[in-house]
């Protein structure tokens, strides 16, 4: 019986040791972000400062200030929530200098506006509603020519029309690969949702991560460039949720 005992431990061991380092190739950590970081309730009508990717309702005399990073490119979208007319204004500070503001009048459900700040150079937007009520998202990209990397922020989030919504993301496979998520919504108080990663195609899958987090909740992945991951797409199944991923050259 002892010796049974010891043969099954040095078996135990052997594998272990045998095992192959390459396997388990994803690094995760989950951390949460202060409270006071995410607003509550289906629209905010107060005054809040954030830090892109951005995204929330606001409705008549909410004030709301995004801070970006200047060396990447902000994408701004405004989208009406009701039937009726909204009214907002906009302005931007680039350097020392501030525009604007700028009128936007969305006319119908959904109407869309995409104004267009610059390349870079911004260091933060800031959004003002004066009637109805709009989304408001905040996202930035960076150079896909920088020799140090790519960085890319993105807002995501379901609806009542959308229930299940989801985006792909083409990458430099020679490259490391970090993926960063924030559960930020107002709505449902989280996401629950999941990544997959591929080698070339969309049907040559590398892994398949699920992911159910609550509001203000954070979990990042780190894979190396020896994984070969060309792209990835994020599947939303409730809530709403921020992006960030980045390619170094070394993580």
Known sequence: MIYAIIL?????????????PSADFRMKSTE?????????????SGKETGKAPWGGSYSAGAKVTVQLDTKMGPEILIENELAGESVCRLTYRKGAEESGPDRIALTGINDTAKPFLGFTGVQSVTLEVDTGRVFFIVEQTGDMFSKSG??????????EQYATVGKGFLVDSSHNLLIRLTADSKL??????????????YTDTID??????????SETWEYPAARGIASWEITLLNGGIR?????PEKL
């Open 208 to 217: 398949s991560i699920p992911f159910n987090l609550r509001d203000g909740e």
């Open 150 to 159: 790519y960085a890319e922020d993105r807002y995501l989030k379901t609806t």
């Open 8 to 20: 099954f431990l040095l078996m135990g061991l052997s594998s272990a040791f045998c095992a192959d």
């Open 243 to 247: 992006i960030s991923y980045r390619q």
């Open 188 to 201: 449902t108080n989280g996401a629950r949702g999941y990544f997959r990663l591929f080698r070339g195609s």
């Open 32 to 44: 949460r972000e202060s409270a006071s970081a995410i607003p509550k309730g289906r629209t905010f």
